[in-house]
């Protein structure tokens, strides 16, 4: 048995450690897109109006670039092109090719986030198998919805306790994948997206990916703590306050339901979220009609990611994995890692196709896509 004094020291050890995080990974600058890889296709498993370029095509037709007076990285729809009735519209998935575990702390600082009719953005996690490996859903809106909602996506079993701080408002508490939502958390600060976020200067959002639980804040522009904004190389999220979401691990133990996570940011059109819920903020009429089809401007004129950066924060004995070949970041990467290869083969399967609506597809190869990308 411990002494009282034995007890409060390993108390102690365990405090100091859990607010001790090193920059792992700087996704920022002219080197934003180093390490991410472009999703390249239709996205089959929501329905979605997007048919997301590869690097090239999307580098090329400028949707996704580092802007060189600002030094941001800009992800964005396509809004110069006249799109036909039956086709989609270009548009950009990013996913990085790292795996980062639990002990890890993801900040983004956005200057705008895409919003419009029918624009469906994320910035989210997910794990080599889904639902497997779970699903972290950071930033997630649609159309001219004023606010940010943030999820998660289980197997069975998990579970939203609320703790009684949570800034944010819980809605759904039952994290089970087949529930299309997913429990949600809906932002209660103030411009948390849409054009109150950019008019704000943007803003940051951090995650915590922790044995304790899950745990989403964000900060307005005016709002963001000094220690975010001044400190580069380790973080401390002990001083930020009540996070917007919590998920305790006391109702969904962490280590069981989620794996280690890729960062994905993609900008879906229509698809099953904002098409079933386009007539609340952007009235009468179908999505894809209305919006995805004829002029891209100024519908998606503010479609798009501007990033100022994405760090990962990682403690001691996280440890990054690579998909096998790839170089790593941070001292612990084992180099190997198979889960990244589905999403990729399910990508050029899909690339052959005519840029139709409606395009045939081996089911097989669809059932690849759904379950590596649920975005709702
Ligand atoms: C990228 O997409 C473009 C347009 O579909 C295609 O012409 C090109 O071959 C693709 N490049 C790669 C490397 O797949
Ligand atoms: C999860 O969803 C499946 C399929 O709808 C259902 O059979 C199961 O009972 C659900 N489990 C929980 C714990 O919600
Ligand atoms: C961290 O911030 C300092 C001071 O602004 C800067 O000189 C340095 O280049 C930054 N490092 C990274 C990795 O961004
Ligand atoms: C989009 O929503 C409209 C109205 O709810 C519905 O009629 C239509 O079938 C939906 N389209 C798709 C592709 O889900
Ligand atoms: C597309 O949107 C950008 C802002 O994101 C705007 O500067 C540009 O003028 C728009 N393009 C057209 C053709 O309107
Ligand atoms: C990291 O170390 C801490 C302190 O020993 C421990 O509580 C935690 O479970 C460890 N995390 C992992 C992912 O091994």
Redesign the pocket.
């Known amino acids: 048995m411990k002494s009282p004094a034995a007890a409060a020291a390993v108390l102690a050890t365990q405090l100091a450690f859990a607010s001790a995080y090193k920059l792992a990974q700087d996704f920022s600058g002219n080197n934003f897109f180093n390490g991410w890889d472009f999703f390249n296709g239709y996205d089959y498993s929501q329905s979605g109006d997007a048919m997301y370029l590869n690097q090239s095509a999307a580098t090329s037709a400028q949707l996704a670039y580092v802007d060189s007076n600002t030094g941001h990285a800009i992800v964005?729809v396509d809004?110069?092109t006249n799109v036909p009735w039956n086709y989609k519209r270009n548009s950009v998935e990013i996913y990085t090719q790292d795996f980062y575990p639990i002990g890890s702390v993801f900040i983004a600082d956005f200057a705008h986030l895409p919003y419009g009719c029918s624009v469906w953005p994320a910035f989210w996690t997910r794990g080599a198998s889904w639902p497997a490996q779970g699903e972290i859903d950071i930033i997630e809106t649609v159309n001219l919805m004023g606010y940010n909602q943030m999820a998660l996506h289980t197997t069975a079993g998990c579970t939203h306790t609320t703790p009684a701080d949570q800034v944010g408002a819980s809605g759904e508490t039952n994290c089970n994948a087949t529930i299309g939502s997913g429990c949600t958390v809906a932002e209660k600060k103030a411009n948390s997206f849409g054009e109150g976020f950019a008019s704000a200067g943007g803003g940051v959002f951090a995650t915590q990916f922790d044995v304790s639980g899950i745990y989403i804040w964000f900060w307005s522009r005016p709002d963001v703590p000094s220690s975010i904004s001044s400190s580069n190389d380790t973080i401390d999220p002990s001083s930020w306050g009540a996070p917007s979401a919590a998920y305790p691990s006391s109702s969904c133990d962490i280590s069981n339901y989620f794996g280690p996570q890729q960062l994905v940011m993609d900008i879906n059109l229509c698809g099953q979220w904002a098409n079933s819920t386009y007539s609340q903020t952007c009235g009468n009429g179908d999505c894809y009609l209305n919006s995805v089809i004829n002029a891209?401007?100024?519908t998606?004129?503010?479609?798009?990611f501007e990033v100022s950066y994405v760090r990962v924060f990682t403690a001691d004995n996280a440890t990054v994995t690579t998909p096998s070949g790839s170089s790593s970041v941070g001292a612990g990467a084992t180099g190997t890692h198979s889960g990244s290869s589905a999403s990729q083969t399910a990508g050029s399967g899909s690339s052959s196709g005519a840029d139709a609506l409606v395009a045939g597809w081996a089911w097989a190869a669809g059932a690849l896509v759904v379950a590596m990308y649920f975005g709702n």
């Open positions: 964005k809004n110069t891209g401007s100024p998606y004129d503010n479609a798009y």
